[in-house]
Every structure is written in structure tokens, then in C-alpha cells.
């Protein structure tokens, strides 16, 4: 048998292997299951609707809010300094241009807990560890954050906190969802200009 | 005498056909053992890869295009009709009202849901699986796990399909403009 044939028949082997090679880490999850599993089954994937608003309010720079809703939602209405990707499209690209963007902390919501969950599970399995939800989504953002009301006598400094903070998010919630769409985005960086004007302190 | 010489003739031709033959194969596998030492491990290590549960071989996309449609949520209303063979998985600690329902129900805790045994159940059952928790993020992980292992007919069992509808009406404040 000459070399050629030899070669033809390797060259043939390999072809199968690749036939049947699972498909690349992009593409299906590379986590193994159990460790996924055991991931998204730990409560610390999740935050809170009122520890998203402390974010908001701080304008903390290493929090990405991503919107899994679609377009036409998230026009109409959205939490301040949030992305839209929305979940149909989350496969479409690869997640990583906007998963790994030297932000410590994604937050996935919706408008309820189905997408978002599926959108952790995705996250997680395609081993972005720096995914997390915002539990019970938008709905629970209006029910805690734009509902949020005192009625009592007495307030503690940690409730007064957590109501101050709740009244600065919806206020910002407020402020920025009022708006025409063109100027949401103008709003936002007007908002990081003026607090930078404000941080130049006393000369 | 003459026959037993012939017939040992005969013996002898086979066994020297037998030899010939083997000698022949050997010398195939002299000439391809390269190609052998080279292709055959990676082979195994393919089928072992490709065979299993302990690794997800899905194109992810594609296993999660029904959650995209919300084509896997069923409601308790659609699975109270007589369909037949429903393995409904109750994902809770508690045992809920989901036990009331008509099929097979199975007490099975999140965290064990991928050991052999249970991924075995799901697998072999011939009909809908149906995963249930009065928390719909659980399902939903659940689902997108088994989903991505592989397991069809899988669907998230649920009391409000109305999940992810927006419930409350946002009311812009046009004195901020």
C-alpha cells in the first residue's frame, strides 16, 4: 500500500473524529453539569430589588444592569444605566463581547423570574461567573421600589437607609423613564458629568 | 493409510492458507500502525466524549429555543386533561397541591435531579416530563440544564404563565420634561 493511500486513509479517520467531536466551547456550555448545578442552586447569584437600587443610586461603575426584555419594553420603560440585551438574542452573538467587559457584576432581569433564570443558567454554563439575577424582575422592582411607602410612627436608621435609598432610585427611575428616548442616553452621561464636575472638590 | 495422509495434506494446506492470512494482516497492520497509533486514541477519547452524561454536547442555542417561544410552559389547566403519561417532578422540598394532578408525580429535590438515577427516570420516560416549584426561577434553571444535556419532551410545570408579563403600568412624570 503506498504512502498516499496511507495518508488518504488517515486523512479520512480525522475527518470522522471531527464529525463527531462535541461542538466548541462557544457554542454548548462548558461547565460541567454538577458544578452548574450546584451554581445556580446557591443563593448568592441573586440580589435583592433593594440592593440593585443601592447600585443605582451609588452609580456604581463595576455593576452592568442587562435588560433581557425586548426592544420595544425596554423603550418604554427601564432601570436607569441598564443594557438591552434581550433574551432571544442572547446566543445570537457571542455573550462574552458584553459579559467580559472588565464589569465585576452582570445582573440579568426581566419583566418576571423565567428569563433571567434561563439567562444565568446560559451564563453560567458558558462559565461567566460574573453573572447574577435580579430575583423576581421588573414586577418586583415596581412592587419594592416605586410602591415603597412609610406609614409608621417610628423608623430605625436602617429602615430610614433603605427608604431613603428606595426614594433616590425611583426618583432616578422616575427622571430617566419620563424622558423622550433620544434624550435617555444624554441623561445618563449628563449625570456622570455633573457628578465629576462635583468631585473636583475646593480650589 | 492413503486417506488419513491425504486429509492430513489437506490440514496442512489450510493451516498454511490460515498462516498466509494471518501473516498478511499482520503486515496491514505493520504498514498502517502509524495511522492506528495516531486515529485510535483520539477515537476512544471522541466516543467517550460523545457518549454520557457528564458533559453538556448541545449547541446551547438550539436547546434553548423553546424557552425563547415559551413553547415548554405548560399550565396546570393543560395537564389536568386526561393526556396520559405525564412524569410530573416536583422540584420542592415541600410536597405542594402539584400531587393532586393526574400522572405520575415524583418527589425530586433540585439538588439531586442530576444523579444517574434520576436522570435515568427522566430520560426513559416515554411522554412529557413536567418540572414544577412554586419558584419559577428553579424550573427554570432545572429546565435549561436537562434541556441542555439532551432531554426532550421536557417542560416547566406552572400556576402563572403570566410570569413574565409586566403587571404594572409606568405613568411618566411630564412635569420632569
Known amino acids: 500500500m503506498n504512502t498516499r493511500v496511507r495518508f488518504s486513509v488517515g486523512l479520512l479517520g480525522l475527518g470522522l473524529i471531527l464529525a463527531l467531536l462535541p461542538l466548541s466551547g462557544s457554542r454548548s456550555f462548558t461547565v460541567k453539569p454538577e458544578k452548574l448545578l450546584s451554581e445556580v442552586l446557591d443563593n448568592s447569584i441573586y440580589f435583592t430589588v433593594d440592593q440593585v437600587a443601592k447600585f443605582i443610586v451609588s452609580e456604581d461603575s463595576s455593576v452592568q444592569i442587562i435588560d433581557l426584555r425586548t426592544p420595544g419594553e425596554f423603550r418604554t420603560v427601564n432601570i436607569p444605566g441598564s443594557i438591552n440585551v434581550p433574551y432571544s438574542k442572547l446566543l445570537d452573538n457571542d455573550p462574552g463581547s458584553f459579559l467580559n467587559n472588565g464589569k465585576a457584576i452582570n445582573i440579568f432581569y426581566s419583566n418576571g423570574d423565567f428569563d433571567s433564570n434561563y439567562a444565568i443558567a446560559i451564563a453560567r454554563g458558558l462559565n461567566f461567573d460574573n453573572t447574577y439575577v435580579m430575583k423576581g424582575g421588573l414586577n418586583e422592582w415596581f412592587n419594592t421600589v416605586m410602591n415603597s411607602n412609610f406609614t409608621g410612627e417610628r423608623i430605625s436608621a436602617r429602615e430610614n437607609a433603605l427608604f431613603e435609598t428606595r426614594t433616590r432610585a425611583k426618583r432616578m427611575f422616575n427622571e430617566m423613564n419620563s424622558m423622550p428616548d433620544s434624550l435617555k442616553i444624554k441623561f445618563i452621561q449628563s449625570k456622570h458629568l455633573a457628578i465629576k464636575k462635583l468631585d473636583g472638590g475646593c480650589e | ?177
Not at chain 2, 110 to 131: E, Q, R, T
Request: with cysteine; hydrophobic share 40%; aromatic share 6%.
Open chain 2, 1 to 177: 493409510m492413503e486417506d488419513v495422509s491425504r486429509r492430513q495434506k489437506a490440514v496442512g494446506k489450510r493451516q498454511k492458507a490460515k498462516d498466509k492470512k494471518q501473516e498478511s494482516q499482520m503486515e496491514l497492520i505493520k504498514k498502517y500502525r502509524l495511522v492506528i497509533i495516531v486515529v485510535l486514541p483520539i477515537l476512544i477519547l471522541v466516543l467517550i466524549r460523545s457518549s454520557g452524561l457528564n458533559h453538556f454536547k448541545n449547541d446551547a442555542k438550539k436547546w434553548a429555543e423553546s424557552s425563547v417561544k415559551q413553547s415548554n410552559i405548560m399550565t396546570i389547566e393543560q395537564v389536568v386533561s386526561p393526556s396520559g403519561k405525564n412524569l410530573i417532578i416536583n422540584l420542592d422540598k415541600e410536597v405542594s397541591q402539584i400531587s393532586k394532578l393526574t400522572g405520575d408525580v415524583q418527589n425530586i429535590q433540585a439538588d439531586s435531579i442530576l444523579s444517574k438515577k434520576h436522570v435515568n427516570l427522566i430520560m426513559s420516560h416515554d411522554g412529557p416530563v413536567l418540572l414544577f416549584s412554586l419558584d419559577p426561577g428553579l424550573s427554570a434553571k432545572i429546565w435549561m440544564i436537562l434541556s441542555q444535556l439532551g432531554c426532550r419532551n421536557i417542560y416547566i410545570l406552572t400556576n402563572s404563565a403570566d410570569n413574565e408579563v409586566f403587571k404594572y403600568k409606568f405613568r411618566p412624570d411630564t412635569l420632569l420634561n
